[in-house]
């Protein structure tokens, strides 16, 4: 059995731990090491192996996820450095670090994968784009495919677009999310109840999904299929493209993007 090993127990780790237990009925062949002692017992709790450092989960595991912000990659890839080798995969999931600054810091060339899951992964919802490298080995690659698709959808993105990707999937729920809080304060300002209001709401973002990827039509002829002409729907529309909703989307995407850009230069 391959042994996984998680720099870092943090909700993302937490998820994915989560799913490979209940895909494999059990904790046995992961590992954590994290700094904080509370997250670490809890994932004792769950029968996970806490390890004492990195340099001991890195000499234990066959593939290490590193579950850290992009901000403490420097420090973690410093201490993996020592130990590393190329019989290892690493997996990462941090925002804007690409696989050559990975390899470079740790001083390797061992084979990874470069992942962006986004959060509804805690809920086996998640959406996952996965850029494997060139020299790993055909189990790795199927292994760590499964660790997220056992949580939500994968798709196998090429490494020039994972950072256009991480505003597609990974910082995308926020999006969702303001717009239904926004839809959510305008019931609320007209004297329904916010509980009830969002109830409808989340249902109407589940049943549109769903629309999307099942219906067959495409967002162009689902949008005219809600419209009426001279109706309530029209109205709305007309507002939103008025206020530059489609340009303030993409304006916001390209801000995501232009930032994991940035973030390319902490490994």
């Known amino acids: 059995m391959k ?7 943090g909700n993302m780790a937490t998820a994915i731990i989560k799913g490979l237990i209940a895909q494999n009925g059990s904790a046995a062949g992961l590992g954590v090491f994290d700094t904080d002692p509370e997250k670490c017992a809890l994932m004792a709790q769950n029968g996970v192996k806490v390890c004492a450092s990195t340099a001991d989960l890195v000499q234990e595991s066959d593939i290490i996820v590193l579950a850290v912000k992009p901000q403490s990659y420097a ?6 450095k020592p130990v590393i080798t190329n019989t290892k995969t690493v997996v990462s999931i941090a925002a804007g670090i690409s696989i050559g600054s990975v390899r470079t810091a740790l001083g390797c060339d061992c084979p990874m994968v470069r992942v962006m899951p986004n959060t509804p992964l805690l809920l086996k919802k998640g959406a996952t784009a996965l850029c494997p490298s060139e020299n790993i080995g ?3 690659r199927e292994l760590v495919y ?5 949580s939500g959808v994968c798709e196998y993105i090429d490494e020039a677009h994972m950072n256009e990707i991480i505003a597609v999937n990974g910082s995308s729920p926020a999006y969702i999310y303001l717009f239904a809080k926004a839809m959510a304060d305008y019931a ?7 509980e009830q209001a969002m ?3 989340c ?3 589940e049943g549109s999904a769903a629309m999307l990827r099942d219906s067959g039509d495409s967002a162009d002829v689902l949008i005219e ?3 009426s002409k001279g109706g309530t729907t029209i109205a709305a529309l007309e507002q939103l493209r008025a206020h530059g909703f489609a340009e303030g989307v993409t304006a916001a995407m390209e801000a995501c993007t232009k930032r994991a850009e940035e973030l390319s230069g902490n490994a």
Request: proline share 0%.
């Open 3 to 9: 042994q996984i090993g998680f720099i870092g127990a």
């Open 203 to 205: 249902a109407t973002l």
């Open 225 to 227: 299929k809600v419209s």
């Open 75 to 80: 420090a973690v890839l410093a201490a993996v």
């Open 188 to 194: 609320e300002s007209c004297g329904i109840g916010r």
């Open 146 to 150: 499964r660790m997220f698709a056992g």
């Open 138 to 140: 055909a189990e790795d």
């Open 199 to 201: 109830n409808l709401i």
